[in-house]
């Protein structure tokens, strides 16, 4: 396996014959000042004709650079340094096959540019910015048809208008003149594979498609690349991180690690008897939120106990004011939360649910004081007793009710000063409300640091040390070192790998017993909220649809939003496809 | 800063940190990455733009020549010599063969000045006898920064009487190269103090309007609209022609940066009220706030940090323009107006056509600008490359 190239003969030797693409050995690095970072360190697998192969790795697993490498579309200083990429094209004439070494080609030779596209082509993870935004959904189909087949304009328009209608797009005729933000997500992600069709692809590589969408609009993507792929015969190397998306959609299964293939395998026998200890892991963390956490006790008892009621949520609105127009009246303002009830107890945990636009955030941050409501208020009543309204309170009152009230954020990178230590960071709602300075201080930063699993010693560093789980526990170290009683997390989870995620969770959960906390916790992810959460709200539209025990909403809902919601979130059972069968919400339903 | 190096993983002396994968996702554990600061990390990234890293260098050379003007120029810059007028520079030479055989030592060839009968065209003809040189020796004194008498220069004759003109001489004999080293202070510090100015103006407005948004930024904006709008030269000009000659060369030159910053003021500005809007809305700043900073705390201690380096790449872009704004007012005869000595004030004496003929050595103060303005750019795009170590 050392030898980075394999001679020439051995890459004319046949290939089975429902193989497109053999890559084998493929290595590529990116050398940098002091050292040479192994992206993707000898990596085999093969992509068949009609089937799906699925790619799945944790950030950092070198899946997308091997797709990259494939096209040879690296960012500089990326290298392929060895291996052999073959794949069976079709010539452009059509006479007979001939099996091409892509790592042989130049990166921006001729013979490179015609197998991108039309052999080979790609989708990618952010379709607003893989579509440019000054040409039209049909110019930029059109233009790809004609780069690689001698039409006319009128022809590719003609073909562009029916790729549009396989992809389901309502209205293909008008869709076609229009601009991508004219799009949704789904639609765009809709457009882009529709333009990755434009030259009926032997392979298409998927590069988490989905990932930037919501729940039920990747089941519909998901469902549409599978019906393509039916129709067209053509091989899917889909790459994702997400296990549900892979028992759903993989015919195949190719797990990476650290740039490293660790498992290949089908489906079903790799869900059923993973081999690699770290297949394993993944499958377990990943069936490891499936369920309500086992450290966690049991639902029916924090529900039944007769704990009063630490924060409630009455009639609570929030508007977005509406561009101010020139000698008009301003442009009508977004409705982001609407006449929200909610009442947390004490030591409960209630999890928020919602697609993205549902109001989710927008709902945690006035109660987290970021942003006042428009209507409605936030009743607190803390140890003391005393019930206060936010919306009367300013100065020491609301510093009071900021130190009670906490929040953790989304994003590990962006919630963190870089410029400021660890200890600082943590440090520093200390400081500003002087509950210690000195040697005191930094003896309870310390603290604070061990409960969250971080050594003290970590406190001199800055946050760029720190990898996004480690990030999210020094984020959760300053949101509990005043001592609060309510934590707000905002999707406090999403951002961090499967495996991580747990942890994470796990963390929470045995602060909230050793803390004595309450949490609100946001999520647009049904699987972390059931593991977590006692009670769960539903969000849509900035309504919340249904409100009730998280074992009922998740398992028996009776909302038919929440019903389609929790029908289009992927299993990680691939015995048990049931995406297809889902519900679908539509507003006549309701 | 320091030089060294982001040193590479080593393995002992590190605390363990929890494993999040299960070997463990492959960690930042270089201690010296880990602790180190935004300068530093600054400074990393900075080092690897060589042009930056040169022009960091011939900066920091110009602005000591400004401080030791009076050491390093040989000769008294307004001292004239009746036979030296458009003398052509003059090579200094080390090694000295005499009968003798040959020793190491400074020294010029002696000229004598002819004049053309006919034309009456001055030219300097060599005499074979040669004027040796000194270092640290004794030639016209001084007050070093007004402070103390010295005598003693970098590199001058051994005879106090005789001359020599590495870059030439004008018109009335004045030594080009003392001249354009005691020009590099005002025109340099110009550069500095007016964009003191600019900062002061800019930082200030600027942070107001990005901070407080609504009314205080729709004034601040228009303001800066309107001074934008303004013709800057034919202002410029207007202003400075409004000076009284009269005026001491301490005062005019006051009211010359001034003028100078009157437009650079508003670039920073903008800069940074663009970068306090967006800061506002991230987390971190979100978060410093529900920590109960007060209002102080977030923009001194959050914000501030985040944008100085930021500041600092826009005012080292603003310095050559605001030098190349002076040099073109006394260039015009409206900015500072002998016997003060700037770049401007020293291009102005190159700008009849008799001065190209018989002395384009005059342009050399114009080098002199190109070279500062040249290095101050480099060094901005390397430091606003620098600028945010923590986007990759």
Redesign the interface.
Known sequence: MSDPRLPRATVNAALPEDVILDVRNLRTYFPT???VVKAVDDVSFQLRRGRTTCIVG?S?SGKSITARSILQILDAPGQIEGGVIRLRSTGRDAQGESIVDLTSLHPRSRAIRAIRGRDIAMIFQEPMSSLSPVHTIGDQIIETIRLHEPVSKSEARTRAIELLRRCEIRDPDIAVDRYTFEFSGGMRQRAMIAMALSCNPQVLIADEPTTALDVTTQAEILDLMRELQTSYGMAIMFITHDMGVVAEIADDVVVMR?GKVVETGEVNALFADPQH??TK?LLDSVIKLERRADIKPAEAAILGADTPTILAVRDLSVTFPGQARFLRKPAPGVHAVRQVSLELKKGESLGIVGESGSGKTTLGRAI???RAPTEGNVLYRGKDGVEVDLADLNGPAL?AY??RV??I???PY??????M?VGQIVA??LR??NVATGAALRARVADLLEQV??????M???P????G??RQ?VGIA?AIALEPEVVICDEATSAL?V??RS?VLDLLIELQKKLDLSFIFIAHDIGVVRYFCDRVAVMRLGEVVELGPASQVCSAPEHPYTKALLSAVPHPDPTARSMHLRTRYSEEAS | MSDKT?P??SAAGH????D???EG?????ERG??????WR?MWWKFR?HKLAMVSLFVVFGLYLTAIFAEFLAPFDPGSTDRRGGFHPPQMVRFIDRTDDGFSIRPYVYDTKRNRDPVTLRTTYERTGDKVYLQFFGKGDSYEMWGLFEMERHFLVPVNPRERYYLFGADRLGRDMLSRTIYGARLSLSIGLVGVMFSLFLGVTLGGLAGYLGGITDTVVQRVVEFVLSLPTIPVWLALAAALPPSWSIEVRYFFITLIVSLVGWTELARVVRGRFLSLKK???V?????????QA?IIFR?ML??LTSHIIASVTLAIPLMILAETALSFLGLGLLPPAISWGVLLKEAQDVRSIVLGPWLFIPGGAVVITVMAFNFLGDGLRDAADP?SQ
């Open positions: 000042r002091t050292h944790e950092g650290h200890a770290y892991k987290a004081s970021v510093q900021r130190r906490r929040m954020f989304q994003d962006g919630s963190l000063n870089p410029r230590t520093e709602p500003n409300n699993g971080l050594p003290a010693e970590v001199e560093r800055y760029h040390a720190f990898s789980g480690q526990r300053r790998d495996s991580i942890q | 982001p590479e993983a605390p363990q940190l929890p999040d994968g299960i996702p492959p960690l930042a554990t990455a880990a602790v180190a600061s935004q990390l690897r991230d987390d971190f979100i978060a410093a706030r529900l920590d109960n900073a007060s705390r959050h940090p985040s923590y």
